[in-house]
Structure formats: C-alpha cells, structure tokens
C-alpha cells in the first residue's frame, strides 16, 4: 500500500503562485508513474500532469502548460507541483496518485493510489 498526503495548497491571487507537495509513506516511489489532478464543484476530476518514475519524462494537460512543473525527489519520496501564474479557473481540490510502472499516465482510471486532496483557491 501507498499513502499519499498533499499539503501546500491554500489562497493566491491571480498570477500568483503555489507549491504543492505530495508526501508518500508505506512504499518507495521509485517503481511508479506520478500525477496530479484536479476537481472543481460540480465537475469531473481532471488530469493536470504526470511524471515517469525517472522524471526524466513529463507531460501536462494544455490548460496549465507553460505555467506549471511537476517534479519529483524520488530520495524524499515525494512529488511536487509548482503553479505560476494562476488563474481563477485553476481553483479546485487538487489531487496527487501513484501509478506502478515507469510511465507517465493521463487516465485516472490508470492510478492505484490517490491522497485526500489539498484546497487550491484563486481570488480574481
């Protein structure tokens, strides 16, 4: 088992910035695919970026690339989030999983393990 809990979410402004870190217990991060993804009210969880279990590879959703960076310090067995440049549609309960194997994954259903979630808000 993984557990995965999130923290630095919290109030920005718009064009701000936030620094969102995942912190694992239970397993080494090392053998798995990383990702964060976000729900707003009344919507759907969405995907937001990914990292290989190498973090040599990443990819992001189009509606936050040039504006955040996943990273990933597989010796603190944790993963990150830097969000520049926020907006208020980027307000939402943001999510970090784990998913077993080296690939970056876009899918939700493609995820083992799942925190609680940290509150991301963004005043306008």
């Known amino acids: 088992q993984v557990q995965l809990v999130e923290s630095g979410g919290g109030l920005a402004q718009a064009g701000g910035s936030l620094r969102l870190s995942c912190a694992a217990s239970g397993r080494t991060l090392r053998g798995y695919g990383m990702g964060w993804f976000r729900q707003a009210p009344g919507k759907e969880r969405e995907f937001v970026a990914t990292i290989s279990s190498s973090g040599s590879m990443t990819y992001y959703a189009d509606v936050v690339k040039g504006r955040f960076t996943i990273s990933r310090d597989n010796a603190k067995n944790s993963v990150y989030l830097q969000m520049n440049t926020l907006k208020p549609e980027d307000t939402a309960v943001y999510y970090c999983?784990?998913?077993?194997?080296?690939?970056?994954?876009?899918?939700?259903?493609?995820?083992?393990?799942w925190g609680q979630g940290t509150q991301v808000t963004v005043s306008s």
């Open positions: 999983a784990a998913a077993l194997g080296s690939s970056t994954r876009q899918r939700r259903v493609e995820y083992d393990y």
